[in-house]
């Protein structure tokens, strides 16, 4: 046994209870070494891993830090390099921003040769470039950097030298030209912007050196990758979508035409880069980051990249992975022609050899030894057919993760080898707001190990880097570096908890969890005594009342079951009067028969591990006045609800309900009314809270846990009247309920698209009850500002109705709009 998955609640060697907690101001990330120096804005990495040297490119300066500690400033060296006040007063004068552009960036930061270094910087809108004296850390010469750098500091920027070559892409000068370039040596190469223009508002995320030419059986040349959004004229299926993620690739060879695109690439094509889930209409079209884990040979390489929706709104991310052999494919298939403003596919003769090819044996042997030697009608090919028509889709045909709660920033991987000898790959992804996200690949999914918050203000992830030698990751963003070690098995306290986490780099030794060190040593993994992990709980609750026995099950595979008095409880919803999520059971509207002892277990790959134990006494209703006072009571009709004698309800929710009830001639639909929010806050727990896989919930703030469903968010500093001081970040918004987009499968449903949710739970004739479905039940009931949120259970195959997301969005607008609104006193449909 070993494995992933769980223990989402960690912190740099600290176990925290919840999210929330995290915004604790006495959040130390231990374990982890900080740099932070002078300067802002550490975006660039340059990791020497041989000597344990990481150079850092910042605002105005370049750092030198040791690996083995780099929070030692006693050993790490600066070296500042300022635009000078008169540049940046002329940048100013551009109407530039003198708080943040009218610096010197450092954007790149690379190994010249043995000696020196080469590094860019924006230098307040007018970039400059230099070699470092490696040994002595000093700048030897300084040179023009306009050709090589962006001007602006947020413009996507990538670039690398390999044998003394320097290529770069970017948006050049101040009109912001996109372009893949070789900067040196002589000749020089750059796109074509030609008509037909091979870029278009390119915004470059990352590239890639693949060495094809190693074996290669028709003597191929070694190739560049670029990767990059950019704007999107080929016709597609939704008018909307005006951005498309691509891939573009030279040969490392080419040297440009003689006559025909001379100084350009000839060797340039483009092709599309898919990462999306039709079924649900998400389209991920912008590129954030890549990250090229290599295999034995190139066809065996496979990227990772990390993407977003184009709406600025939604936040949302997926990671996609492609394999190279797909892309190599793309690029040998058909071409795409623009004709009349419109791209078709090409399906014309195409001249020999084969344009946009690098230069190999089959050139050789037609005796054409360089790019310069094609013939001009080959390059005038290759200059209107750039783009290919075959889109490269993601491996499986989907994402291997979707991430409803965070932008992913940044990606980088580590492949490493398993208990089980498999290799596996460990994906570390960066967030907008300052989180790593550690997740391993099993089978074709991603699963999410763990949540580290990095720094504690929220900025987003800069850069990556991982140290294979010393097993750790840097972490680079506004605000300083971080090093982290890439896996935290000491984390786990239990075997349970280390074999479950999935994770490949820990094992337990049979006294702890430790990193595993990758040899043929068998490692024995003994199962738990169960007796030592079961907590056991007394509780009591009066009947009519819900109480929730929690019972959170670290690893996000397992499924928690219930035992009540040693007999499995079957079932699933009201109908039984409980209702189980990951975090634990509901009992809802206890009853006399419902006391007794209940036992809750992990269950995963059919082994039952104990988790939790509660003896539960339900208590006689005591006289109504007391406890009921503002409560209604109602009885339903027996046939629908043989198991809920009572039924309670808010006061003010009783015109709706009953207008409802009038309207179905007597079929109600009203069930449980639950005080859930005062046991929860009394019962004092902030973990996160989960009753139905499928439902559309309201749940507290605290909820950010891994889900299949879609949730109403409560977003509130205040718990019970009491400020628990948890969410800094979002008691800051107010208190309002936010819609946050769920872990959708994304295996498409072979279900057609039901009908259309509607804002009010839609009645049910009372055969469907017979059958069990529930679905539309209210069920929970939760007050805010006066108003009272029900929540509404929703199947997984309504987010394949085209009408989910403008629900959802409506609904997000009426929330919105109703943030300030007191107490509805005459609730409609809009209420709800
Ligand atoms: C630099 O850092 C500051 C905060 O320290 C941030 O506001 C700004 O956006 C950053 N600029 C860039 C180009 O990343
Ligand atoms: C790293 O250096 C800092 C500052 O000198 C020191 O406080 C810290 O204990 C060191 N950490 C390790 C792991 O040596
Ligand atoms: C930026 O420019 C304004 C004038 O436009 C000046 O008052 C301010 O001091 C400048 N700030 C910096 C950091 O140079
Ligand atoms: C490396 O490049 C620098 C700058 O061009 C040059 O001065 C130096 O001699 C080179 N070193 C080696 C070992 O080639
Ligand atoms: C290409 O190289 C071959 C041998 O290396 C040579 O014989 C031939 O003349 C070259 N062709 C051109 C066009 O340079």
Same mark, same amino acid.
């Given at each position: 046994?070993?494995?992933?998955?769980?223990?989402?609640?960690?912190?740099?060697?600290?176990?925290?209870?919840?999210?929330?907690?995290?915004?604790?101001?006495?959040?130390?990330?231990?374990?982890?070494?900080?740099?932070?120096?002078?300067?802002?804005?550490?975006?660039?990495?340059?990791?020497?891993?041989?000597?344990?040297?990481?150079?850092?490119?910042? $605002?105005?300066?370049?750092?030198?830090?040791?690996?083995?500690?780099?929070?030692? @400033?006693?050993?790490?060296?600066?070296?500042?390099?300022?635009?000078?006040?008169?540049?940046?007063?002329?940048?100013?004068?551009?109407?530039?921003?003198?708080?943040?552009?009218?610096?010197?960036?450092?954007?790149?930061?690379?190994?010249?040769?043995? @000696?020196?270094?080469?590094?860019?910087?924006?230098?307040?809108?007018?970039?400059?470039?230099?070699?470092?004296?490696?040994?002595?850390?000093?700048?030897?010469?300084?040179?023009?950097?306009?050709?090589?750098?962006?001007?602006?500091?947020?413009?996507?920027?990538?670039?690398?030298?390999?044998?003394?070559? !320097?290529?770069?892409?970017?948006?050049?000068?101040?009109?912001?030209?996109?372009?893949?370039?070789?900067?040196?040596?002589?000749?020089?190469?750059?796109?074509?912007?030609?008509?037909?223009? #091979?870029?278009?508002?390119?915004?470059?995320?990352?590239?890639? =050196?693949?060495?094809?030419?190693?074996?290669?059986?028709?003597?191929?040349?070694?190739?560049?990758?670029?990767?990059?959004?950019?704007?999107?004229?080929?016709?597609?299926?939704?008018?909307? *979508?005006?951005?498309?993620?691509?891939?573009?690739?030279?040969?490392?060879?080419?040297?440009?035409? *003689?006559?025909?695109?001379?100084?350009?690439?000839?060797?340039?094509?483009?092709?599309?880069?898919?990462?999306?889930?039709?079924?649900?209409?998400?389209?991920?079209?912008?590129?954030?980051?890549?990250?090229?884990?290599?295999?034995?040979? %190139?066809?065996?390489? %496979?990227?990772?990249?990390?993407?977003?929706?184009?709406?600025?709104?939604?936040? !949302?991310?997926?990671?996609?992975?492609?394999?190279? +052999?797909?892309?190599?494919?793309?690029?040998?298939?058909?071409?795409?022609?623009?004709?009349?403003?419109?791209?078709?596919?090409?399906?014309?003769?195409?001249?020999?050899?084969?344009?946009?090819?690098?230069?190999?044996?089959?050139?050789?042997?037609?005796?054409?030894?360089?790019?310069?030697?094609?013939?001009?009608?080959?390059?005038?090919?290759?200059?209107?057919?750039?783009?290919?028509?075959?889109?490269?889709?993601?491996?499986?045909?989907?994402?291997?993760? =979707? *991430?409803?709660?965070?932008?992913?920033?940044?990606?980088?991987?580590?492949?490493?080898?398993?208990?089980?000898?498999?290799?596996?790959?460990?994906?570390?992804?960066?967030?907008?707001?300052?989180?790593?996200?550690?997740?391993?690949?099993?089978?074709?999914?991603?699963?999410?190990?763990?949540?580290?918050?990095?720094?504690?203000?929220?900025?987003?992830?800069?850069?990556?880097?991982?140290?294979?030698?010393?097993?750790?990751?840097?972490?680079?963003?506004?605000?300083?570096?971080?090093?982290?070690?890439?896996?935290?098995?000491?984390?786990?306290?239990?075997?349970?908890?280390?074999?479950?986490?999935?994770?490949?780099?820990?094992?337990?030794?049979?006294?702890?969890?430790?990193?595993?060190?990758?040899?043929? $040593?068998?490692?024995?993994?003994?199962?738990?005594?169960?007796?030592?992990?079961?907590?056991?709980?007394?509780?009591?609750? !009066?009947?009519?009342?819900?109480?929730?026995?929690?019972?959170?099950?670290?690893?996000?595979?397992?499924?928690?079951? #219930?035992?009540?008095?040693? /007999?499995?409880?079957?079932?699933?919803? %009201?109908?039984?009067?409980?209702?189980?999520?990951?975090?634990?059971?509901?009992?809802?509207?206890?009853?006399? *028969?419902?006391?007794?002892?209940? +036992?809750?277990?992990?269950?995963?790959?059919?082994?039952? %591990?104990?988790?939790?134990?509660?003896?539960?006494?339900?208590?006689?209703?005591?006289?109504?006045?007391?406890?009921?006072?503002?409560?209604?009571?109602?009885?339903?009709?027996?046939?629908?609800?043989?198991?809920?004698?009572?039924? /309670?309800?808010?006061?003010?929710?009783?015109?709706?309900?009953?207008?409802?009830?009038?309207?179905?001639?007597?079929?109600?639909?009203?069930? @449980?009314?639950?005080?859930?929010?005062?046991?929860?806050?009394?019962?004092?727990?902030?973990?996160?809270?989960?009753?139905?896989?499928?439902?559309?919930?309201?749940?507290?703030?605290?909820?950010?846990?891994?889900?299949?469903?879609?949730?109403?968010?409560?977003?509130?500093?205040?718990?019970?009247?009491?400020?628990?001081?948890?969410?800094?970040?979002?008691?800051?918004?107010?208190?309002?309920?936010?819609?946050?987009?769920?872990?959708?499968?994304?295996?498409?449903?072979?279900?057609?698209?039901?009908?259309?949710?509607?804002? !009010?739970?839609?009645?049910?004739?009372?055969?469907?009850?017979?059958?069990?479905?529930?679905?539309?039940?209210?069920?929970?009931?939760?007050?805010?500002?006066?108003?009272?949120?029900?929540?509404?259970?929703?199947?997984?195959?309504?987010?394949?109705?085209?009408?989910?997301?403008?629900?959802?969005?409506?609904?997000? +607008?009426?929330?919105?709009? $109703?943030?300030?609104?007191?107490?509805?006193?005459?609730?409609?449909?809009?209420?709800?």
């Amino acid at each position: 046994e070993k494995g992933i998955l769980g223990v989402p609640w960690l912190i740099c060697g600290l176990i925290l209870p919840s999210l929330i907690s995290l915004a604790h101001p006495s959040l130390r990330l231990l374990g982890c070494n900080h740099f932070r120096g002078a300067a802002v804005n550490y975006s660039t990495l340059l990791l020497e891993d041989g000597p344990g040297l990481l150079y850092v490119g910042a $605002r105005e300066a370049i750092y030198k830090l040791d690996t083995s500690n780099i929070s030692d @400033t006693s050993i790490s060296l600066s070296l500042e390099w300022a635009a000078s006040a008169e540049q940046k007063r002329q940048c100013l004068s551009k109407g530039k921003n003198n708080q943040t552009e009218c610096y010197n960036h450092v954007r790149f930061l690379d190994r010249y040769n043995d @000696t020196h270094m080469y590094t860019c910087g924006t230098h307040a809108f007018r970039p400059r470039c230099a070699y470092i004296d490696v040994a002595r850390f000093t700048f030897v010469r300084f040179e023009e950097g306009k050709e090589k750098c962006p001007y602006d500091p947020t413009k996507g920027y990538t670039g690398f030298i390999i044998d003394g070559e !320097m290529y770069s892409a970017s948006q050049y000068e101040f009109r912001n030209i996109p372009d893949i370039r070789r900067n040196f040596p002589f000749p020089n190469l750059r796109t074509d912007n030609s008509p037909t223009s #091979w870029l278009l508002e390119s915004d470059f995320v990352g590239s890639a =050196l693949l060495r094809e030419s190693i074996n290669s059986s028709i003597g191929d040349d070694d190739k560049l990758y670029f990767f990059f959004t950019e704007r999107n004229t080929e016709p597609t299926a939704y008018s909307s *979508q005006t951005k498309v993620a691509r891939v573009a690739r030279v040969c490392k060879g080419d040297i440009g035409g *003689q006559r025909s695109l001379q100084r350009k690439w000839t060797s340039f094509l483009k092709a599309r880069l898919v990462c999306a889930i039709p079924d649900y209409e998400l389209y991920f079209n912008v590129l954030r980051n890549i990250f090229v884990v290599e295999g034995s040979s %190139v066809h065996d390489s %496979v990227l990772y990249g990390v993407f977003g929706l184009e709406w600025r709104n939604v936040k !949302m991310s997926a990671v996609c992975q492609y394999s190279f +052999r797909d892309v190599q494919t793309a690029f040998d298939g058909p071409y795409m022609e623009l004709q009349d403003t419109k791209w078709r596919e090409y399906t014309g003769t195409v001249p020999e050899p084969r344009p946009g090819s690098c230069i190999t044996d089959q050139h050789r042997a037609l005796l054409i030894n360089s790019s310069r030697d094609l013939p001009d009608n080959v390059l005038n090919f290759t200059q209107r057919h750039a783009l290919m028509s075959r889109q490269i889709q993601p491996v499986g045909g989907r994402p291997v993760l =979707l *991430q409803r709660s965070a932008d992913y920033t940044k990606i980088a991987v580590k492949q490493v080898v398993g208990l089980d000898g498999r290799v596996y790959d460990m994906l570390f992804i960066g967030t907008d707001e300052g989180w790593l996200h550690r997740a391993v690949k099993i089978s074709d999914r991603v699963h999410i190990i763990e949540e580290l918050q990095l720094f504690e203000e929220k900025q987003p992830i800069n850069n990556m880097v991982i140290s294979q030698k010393q097993n750790r990751i840097y972490v680079s963003a506004a605000s300083g570096v971080v090093q982290v070690p890439l896996s935290s098995c000491e984390r786990y306290t239990s075997c349970y908890d280390c074999v479950f986490a999935r994770d490949p780099f820990c094992g337990w030794d049979g006294r702890a969890c430790t990193t595993v060190v990758f040899n043929n $040593r068998h490692l024995h993994i003994r199962l738990p005594q169960s007796k030592s992990f079961v907590m056991h709980r007394t509780r009591a609750v !009066m009947a009519g009342d819900d109480m929730l026995l929690q019972c959170e099950i670290r690893s996000n595979l397992a499924t928690p079951h #219930w035992t009540l008095n040693g /007999q499995v409880m079957l079932g699933y919803g %009201v109908d039984f009067g409980y209702r189980t999520g990951t975090d634990g059971l509901l009992i809802i509207g206890a009853q006399n *028969q419902q006391s007794g002892h209940y +036992r809750c277990y992990a269950v995963e790959n059919g082994v039952w %591990v104990p988790v939790r134990s509660y003896m539960v006494r339900v208590q006689p209703v005591p006289p109504p006045a007391s406890h009921l006072s503002g409560k209604q009571l109602l009885s339903p009709p027996p046939a629908l609800l043989p198991f809920r004698p009572q039924l /309670q309800t808010y006061r003010h929710m009783e015109a709706m309900y009953i207008s409802l009830v009038a309207v179905l001639g007597g079929l109600c639909l009203v069930l @449980t009314v639950v005080l859930l929010y005062v046991s929860f806050c009394a019962r004092n727990s902030p973990s996160a809270r989960k009753y139905s896989q499928q439902a559309l919930s309201i749940t507290t703030a605290t909820e950010r846990k891994r889900s299949s469903h879609f949730e109403l968010k409560t977003i509130s500093s205040h718990c019970n009247g009491r400020t628990e001081g948890r969410s800094r970040a979002m008691s800051r918004d107010g208190e309002f309920l936010q819609i946050i987009p769920a872990d959708i499968q994304t295996t498409p449903s072979k279900e057609p698209p039901p009908a259309p949710p509607l804002p !009010m739970p839609p009645p049910l004739p009372a055969s469907e009850y017979a059958n069990g479905l529930s679905a539309t039940l209210p069920s929970v009931l939760r007050k805010m500002n006066g108003n009272s949120y029900v929540l509404l259970r929703q199947t997984d195959s309504e987010m394949t109705s085209p009408l989910y997301h403008s629900f959802t969005e409506e609904l997000n +607008r009426i929330l919105e709009k $109703r943030k300030h609104t007191q107490l509805d006193i005459q609730p409609d449909e809009s209420s709800v």
